[in-house]
């Protein structure tokens, strides 16, 4: 991927390197690349010289990543008999890393968070565009507005971005109402996520399964594939399959998560591993503790958890977790959580070689440090 330089210019920038075992992985995430670059560059030359700030900052942010919910799409096309090679297929791919970077945009700010793919989050570096010394706290609104319109952005470019792909309305159609129902998803998700339902309460494990399924587990695994596959006419037995497959892995992928925000490494995961613990996030993992805690334990989880100043009081908390055994049953879920995925597959109309380029998939995705 590459960023783009005050002058308007693009550069070249690193990039997190799919760690998927897929034929021609490396092949594919240049040509996303590609596609995401050109169309940067040409939605840039639309944009008032001012606003150039929100592209170069979004391009930043799309020079990280896994690229995952393209590779998915992609192998979802595949799987229904789709071209490996169709251009206009890898432009539709594509246009989910957008909406992947809007809702990572928009979910940093509702999270306070200060690093995303291991550099500031886009709100961050973008309250750095009004520097008032004197008013630092307009400064830090100016970033959040900002960030609010960026992630905006490329919500709108994405769905452009899809529909200008060249393939026929047919297929767009029957693919649109997949994305149209992620995009639904998603949002529930995040709802959920920021202010938890009072009939929730007594059953944080229940409320953070609902979580997940909404704004995990479809959103990264299961519409991907089922988009991709619709682009390419596919059986409703194929599309039933990945619900399935998909709805389970991507369970296992935010249980991984849910250990790598609290006992990760920031150096290696390019994220902080306080934001979930600062916040007071009701994670899997958080809800499963609760339910093991002893008397002590549940006292300085509930005391800490959304309350935590300094690396102290995130230690205690980090300790007290691990004392209920949480991270290991987090870890045996995740297990069996990936095992059902897998069993999905099973019977599926697809050949042999993309069943297993999948399994594999499932296999990286939930044994992943980052």
Known sequence: MTAIHSSGCLRPELRTMPSVPYEGDRDFSRHVDEMLTGFLERKSSEMPSVAGELVREIAVLLGGGKRLRPLLCHLGWLGAGGERDDRA??????????????????????????????????????????????QPERSE????????????????????????????????????????????????????????????????????????????????????????AALAGAPAALLSAFQQFGERLGLAFQLRDDLLGV????????????????????????????QYADSRQAATIESYLGNAHGRTELDCLRAAIAATGAPDRIQEAITETSRAAIEALHGAPLNELLRDTLIQLAVSLTDRAA
């Not at 809007?102 to 973008?126: E, F, K, P, T």
């Not at 996520?193 to 995990?216: C, I, M, R």
């Open 141 to 228: 609104w100016f970033g959040v507005c900002s960030g609010i319109v960026a992630g905006d952005l490329c919500w709108a470019w994405s769905e452009e971005m899809f529909r200008t792909c060249c393939l026929p309305d047919a297929a767009l159609n029957r693919a649109g109402a997949y994305l149209a129902t992620m995009r639904t998803e998603v949002m529930a998700g995040q709802y959920l996520d920021l202010h938890p339902p009072v009939g929730f309460v007594s059953d944080w494990l229940g409320y953070a399964e609902q979580v997940n399924l909404y704004k995990t587990a479809r959103y990264t695994v299961a519409r991907p594939l089922q988009i991709g």
């Open 89 to 134: 297929a890898l432009q539709a791919a594509s246009a989910l890393e957008l909406f992947h970077i809007a809702a990572l945009i928009h979910d940093d700010i509702m999270d306070r968070s200060d690093l995303r793919h291991g550099v500031a989050s886009v709100h961050r570096r973008l309250a750095r565009y009004w520097d008032d010394p004197a």
């Open 263 to 290: 006992f990760g490494d920031p150096s290696r995961t390019g994220k902080s591993n306080e934001d979930d613990l600062r916040e007071g996030k009701r994670t899997m993992l958080v809800a499963t503790a609760l």
